[in-house]
């Protein structure tokens, strides 16, 4: 998606905020929905690697008797690193969006209206972690009471989510 100069609002800080809730509402409308199942599905995405290497950590441990199963000391870095380079690949894609918001037709930008690159898809995972394991459930009443359905992670990194083109369209009032 290609800046559009009729989404820009209003200026704050010297930044332009290229994503403006009230003259745009299609944007935002059912993003907090859509980005709660995203996160189901990247989930699942990651999850059925590490679960297929444990398979494989387990059969391998019991055919060398025991001694595969040195394996699973590695294992837990190993995910971890998928699961940063899953979420800094895809939304450093040209979709700036991982499978599951690809899905859900959203995509991240940032507040001026630049795509994601993959320093922002992976520090935007490791906040997002961060920030559930300490204010899980409450990390998404913030999306609640703002017109952007904004995380705390989405303030602190800059970030945006928005309805893709297509997902937009259908939200798009008829005059």
Do not use: K, Q
């Amino acid at each position: 998606m290609s800046y559009d100069s009729s989404r820009t609002g209003v200026a704050y800080g010297g930044l332009r905020d290229a994503y403006d809730p009230r003259a745009n509402p299609e944007l935002f409308r059912g993003v907090l929905t859509a980005r709660v199942m995203a996160v189901i599905i990247d989930v699942i995405v990651i999850a059925v690697p590490v679960v297929v290497a444990t398979i494989f950590i387990s059969i391998f441990g019991l055919v060398t008797l025991g001694l595969g199963w040195l394996l699973f000391w590695p294992l837990s870095g190993a995910a971890t690193v998928w699961a940063v380079l899953y979420y800094g690949l895809t939304l450093g894609g040209r979709h700036s969006a991982t499978l599951g918001m690809r899905a859900m037709g959203i995509e991240m930008r940032t507040l001026s209206g630049a795509p994601a690159y993959f320093v922002l898809g992976a520090a935007h995972a490791v906040l997002y972690w961060i920030s559930v394991s300490m204010l899980t459930p409450f990390i998404v009443l913030i999306g609640l009471f703002n017109a952007r359905g904004r995380l705390l992670h989405d303030f602190i990194l800059g970030a945006v989510i928005i309805n893709g083109p297509a997902r937009a369209a259908r939200f798009t009032y008829r005059r």
